[in-house]
Structures are given as structure tokens and as C-alpha cells.
């Protein structure tokens, strides 16, 4: 059997991609800071599959040197996934840039010295539509890379992410030949979530489902379903023409006022907020829910975007980002987190 180290394998997209690996008869291996938490996630992909799955979990921390050489022994492909998306920004940037940049290379080299013939990582959109200003073309794709020096259009996550993606490239491209690299540059992932353990970016639905804002920011976000994220990176690592290129991951963007529009017709019995905050207004409440600290960058402007080559070469049909979700919606109040 083929064996994928998928790292990060706790992660929301990594359990997906893990599944996504396991359907198509790929022997997989997991990467944790902790592999006491196999346990638990295996338990929680079983729960979710509706059959019982095991994977071997090793550990390997992005900071440290230790485990990596480990986790790559007999591996053919990397899924590396892991980097710090963090619900509150740290104050000091390279909290997030450092261990997303230097993990990526210690993961690529590891892959490099065992023979792993290609390398997928996940990147993001981060890498593609900030830092621009004023300069913004209309519409983004594959061949634009955010400036992530420009930190008024920039977070310290969309940095660390820019920063980590440029390192990849420039290592394949220079000690690392040899080793085929593909990144997945995903818009906001929504769908199923497995675990109440839930990523970062499921916030866009918590927070208006806890009603923790009195109105919506006015913000528009490009969404993608986590099965589709979890297929691309599959087809990433699959597809001979996909070495070497990046590929936007998202299906449509939506204004938050229209994911609010789409929760209250779905959940009518639900308290949630109601029309537009004023940007002002988001800047004040940082102060009391810090959360809202990561979409001041956003605050007033849409950044639209292709998929066409994803959907071109990785062959993905959009699951709709209104199914997306309330895919996520309906999990997390099965897991009793909403
Ligand atoms: P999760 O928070 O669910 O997963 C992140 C994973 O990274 C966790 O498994 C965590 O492992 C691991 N990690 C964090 N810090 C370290 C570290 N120092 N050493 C080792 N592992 C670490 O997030 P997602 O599934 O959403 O994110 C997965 C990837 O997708 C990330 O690279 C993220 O940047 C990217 N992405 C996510 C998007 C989204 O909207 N969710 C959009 C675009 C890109 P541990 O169990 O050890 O904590």
C-alpha cells in the first residue's frame, strides 16, 4: 500500500483529507504534536466514517527537529497541513510566521532526505489576495502572491501563511530539487466538522450562531466545503500535471449579511444578529472579543477570485457554499457546541 504522512492530522481539513486518502486505498500516517491523541482520533474519524479506522499517529512538533525523520520513513507522498490558525492573534507576529514557515521546511526536507516524491501543502488564499492595497486585481488567481510585508492588509496568520508558502517554493527550487511541491491555496473551509475541537475558521458561524456580535461586519468571504479541500489536496497529490503549480480552492463569496440570511431561513428559532456593523464599531469590539481582531483587514472589501484551474485540473465540482454551510452548522449542534 502507498504510504501519505498527513501533518497536522488532528486538524478539521487534515481528518478530511485523511479520510479522502483512506477511501482511495492509501495507507496513512499522522503527524501530532502529541500521539496521545491517536486515541481519540481514531475514535473520532471512525465515529464520523461509520467504520473503524486506524491510523498510525507519531509525534512531530513544527519547532522541533525531533520526529520528523521518523515520520517520513517509507512514505511516498507528504500532505503536510499543520501551521498555527490561531482563534485570537498573538501580539508578536512570529509566533505564527516562525513555526509555519520553519515547520514547513522541516517537513519538506525530512520529505526530501526519505525520497518522498511529492509534497502537497496547504497554503491559502492568504498567499494570494492581501498585502495588494490599492494595486488589487479584480479578480485573483494562481499567479498572484500577496505582499505580506504590507501588514495594514495583512494579519499576522495571512502573513505566516504568504511567508511559509514563498519558503516551500523557494526550497524546491533550490537545495530541495527533486522533490515535487503542489499547494492548495483554500479560501474560508466550512462544512462538517468531526470533533468540537473546531478550527478557526468555523468562527464565521459560531459567532453569529452564538450571537456574540449585535450586527454583521461588513465582510465578504470566499467559502469552500471541507470535503472538496479534502478531494483537492487528494487530486493535488494524485495528478502528474498538478507538480509544481498552486491552486485556489473556493466556491463562491458571500457577504456575512448573506451567511446571516442563510441561518436565520435555515434556523428560525435562533436569536442572530441583524443587518450591518459599522466598521468603527467592529475596531471598538475587538477590545472585548479579541476573535474579531483577524477581520479588520477585511473590513469593507471583496476579494473575488478564480477557481477555474482547480476545477480544470484537480477536476473539483463545488459543493455550494450554502451547503457548506449549514453542513457546518447542523455538526456543530450535533456535537453540542452550538
Ligand atoms: P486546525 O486548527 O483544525 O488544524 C491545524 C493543525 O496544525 C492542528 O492539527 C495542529 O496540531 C497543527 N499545529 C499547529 N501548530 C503546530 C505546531 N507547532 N507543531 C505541529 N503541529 C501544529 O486548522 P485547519 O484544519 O483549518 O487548518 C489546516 C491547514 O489549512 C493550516 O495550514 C491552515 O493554515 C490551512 N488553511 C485553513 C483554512 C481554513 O479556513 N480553515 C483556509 C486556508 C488554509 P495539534 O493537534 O498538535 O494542535
Redesign the pocket.
Known sequence: MTKVLV?????????HTILALINKGYEVRG????AS?AEKLNATLSQYAGKPIEIELVS?????DEGWAEAMDGVTYLQ???????NNLPKDANELII??RE?ALRALKAAKAAGVKRAV??????SIGYGWGDSRPSVLDERHWSNPDNIKDNTA?TR??AI?EKAAWDYVQGDGAGLELTT???????GPAMSG??????ELITQPMMNKVPAFPKLTFGI?D?RD?ALAHVAAMEKPEAAGERFLVGDAVLKFTEIGDILRAAYPDRKLPKGELPSWLVKMLTLVNPTLKQIVPELGKERSYSNEKSRRVLGIDYIPAKEAILASTNSLIDLGEL
Open positions: 501533518t497536522g492530522a488532528t486538524g478539521f481539513i487534515a481528518s503527524t501530532a504534536r502529541s491523541k512531530a512538533d513544527l519547532t522541533q503536510h497541513l499543520a501551521s498555527p490558525i490561531p513555526p509555519a515547520g501543502m496547504t497554503s491559502s488564499f492568504a496568520y505566516s501563511k511559509a492548495i491555496n483554500p479560501v474560508a473551509v466550512l475541537d473546531v478550527s478557526a475558521s468555523l469552500v471541507v479541500v
